[in-house]
């Protein structure tokens, strides 16, 4: 009986879950399509620089490209020790 | 001079070689000048799919290594005035598609037809890139499925990169979606990505749908382009396929699923 299915709380069709996980993975594989290859080389040399200065750990440092439309979004997020960007700042 | 369209996908078994008989049929029943060449080097198909598999002496193979001339190679097809089949090598590998061979070939049938349909291999290596490379435009056949729809993401990805006119920055290759094997029941029912689902993730604009039918089997059975089967929603959805790349407004047919009589399920055949 389909009468009460109302009431039922709605589950999402196999064709939603198709859906989100195929734009969460192109959206993914699309932006590693369009220069992947220099990010990690970006993030090594950054890494080097930063250290130049502060006490960093190698994986203290996040590079990203993000797409958005027609433009892209470089985000770099370093993560310092407490009292590092202190001891840079003398 | 001609248009050369490239029929791809990236993944196997979704109707690319169907899809290049019917179009080709069907733009020559249009009176245009066509061609559909075979580009899957060692897995020779479209020659039976068209029907002219007793037909082949020379192949695409031959013409390159210049064994052979383009007129020899060429079959015409019986059924259809205007209607040429370009048959590929059984024995050799896609390797044998050597560039300045193939510029070669395609120069020659640009000078010679209105459309040069070139039925792509599936995959993303040698065969499947000569194929695409001298495309004005391409017809990206997807079957509603994950697999599928990832794959032609690929492929439309790679005309944009690799495509003669993407390496002469010239004007980008038209992009077509072609949904295959559509099962508008299947979607009412949640269980199938639907048609607005796919143009929504590809952002390409659609070219038609054709619905699954047990037409396709029979005509392929038989060596008949779908297209010329009357009886059948795929060849109909082709048609509709056709008249759309050439530039007319065709109504969406078998989008919704159909309402069979009573007699009609009892006794009816897709």
């Known amino acids: 009986m389909r009468l009460f299915e109302f009431l039922l709380p709605r589950r999402p069709t196999s064709a939603t879950v198709a859906k989100e996980r195929l734009q969460l993975v192109l959206a993914h594989e699309r932006a590693s399509r369009t220069g992947p290859d220099f990010l990690p080389a970006l993030q090594r040399d950054l890494l080097a620089i930063v250290r130049k200065y502060v006490q960093a750990d190698e994986d203290a440092i996040e590079v990203r490209l993000d797409r958005t439309g027609n433009a892209s979004v470089l985000e770099i997020n370093v993560e310092l020790p407490i009292g590092a960007a202190a001891r840079a700042a003398v | 001079m001609a248009t050369v369209i490239v029929v791809t996908s990236g993944k196997g078994g979704v109707g690319k070689t169907t899809t290049s008989a019917a179009m080709a049929t069907g733009l020559a029943l249009r009176g245009h000048k066509t061609v559909v060449i075979d580009f899957d080097v060692g897995l020779r198909n479209l020659d039976l799919v068209m029907g002219c598999e007793r037909r082949v002496v020379f192949d695409f193979i031959n ?164 297209i010329l089967d009357p009886a059948s929603p795929a060849g109909r959805a082709y048609e509709d396929a056709v008249a759309r790349f050439l530039g007319e407004q065709r109504e969406l047919r078998f989008a919704r699923p159909e309402r069979r009589g009573f007699i009609r399920t009892l006794f009816g055949r897709a």
């Open chain 2, 63 to 226: 013409v390159i290594n210049g064994d052979a001339k383009l007129n020899q190679a060429l079959i015409r097809d019986k059924r259809i005035e205007k209607l040429y089949v370009f048959p590929t090598s059984q024995t050799r590998d896609k390797d044998a598609l050597r560039r300045e061979g193939v510029d070669r070939v395609m120069g020659e049938l640009r000078n010679e037809f209105d459309y040069i349909i070139c039925d792509s291999p599936a995959g993303i290596e040698h065969g499947a890139l000569s194929a695409l490379y001298h495309a004005d435009q391409a017809i990206i056949v997807t079957n509603p499925e994950v697999s599928s729809v990832r794959d032609s993401d690929r492929i439309i990805g790679i005309l944009a990169a690799k495509s003669r006119r993407a390496e002469r920055k010239e004007d980008p290759v038209g992009v077509h979606l072609l949904l295959t094997r559509y099962s508008p029941a299947r979607v009412q029912r949640g269980e199938m990505l639907s048609i607005e689902d796919v143009k929504e993730i590809l952002s390409v604009p659609l070219l038609g749908i054709i619905p699954e039918s047990e037409s396709v089997l029979r005509a392929s059975n038989t060596g008949m382009p779908v």
